[in-house]
């Protein structure tokens, strides 16, 4: 059995998906408002400690690790499906860096201890959330925050 003690790793967090413009559309309701809906938050990486692993050669094989997206708001004030998370084992007592700035992010001493690598985005607002009593019609929704 082959033992890895180091293993450089490109992990990519996911987007947050966008909010939407939408309107409220029934049956005798000629103007409904708003009723966009807000994007998903995009999937975050997470390093966590596993006591069956002992190398990380697993991890030599699969050097690009990707969180997903998040979805697109929907009509009627519908929230969009969150990103998958993506989490990476390796074994107790692994440090972890950021390779381009050489600084520690943390270290998992403990099996099921986890420290975030890279944090998802945030989803963007619908326009439902910025109705109002002065803004009955908002034409507008954000994007949602890039990841890391």
Known sequence: MKFLDQVDLKVSSGDG???IVAWRKEKFVPK??????NGGDGGSVY???DENLYTLMD????????AGDGEPGGRREQTGASGEDKVIRVPP?????DKLTDQVIGE????GQRIVVAEGGEGGRGNAFFKSSTNQTPRHAEPGEAGE
């Open 32 to 37: 409904g408002g708003p009723s966009g809906g």
């Open 59 to 66: 991890l030599s094989h699969n050097t690009h690790v990707f």
């Open 47 to 49: 390093v966590e400690a």
């Open 93 to 97: 007592g692994t440090v972890v860096k």
């Open 17 to 19: 998906g966008k909010g």
């Open 108 to 111: 998992v001493v403990e099996s």
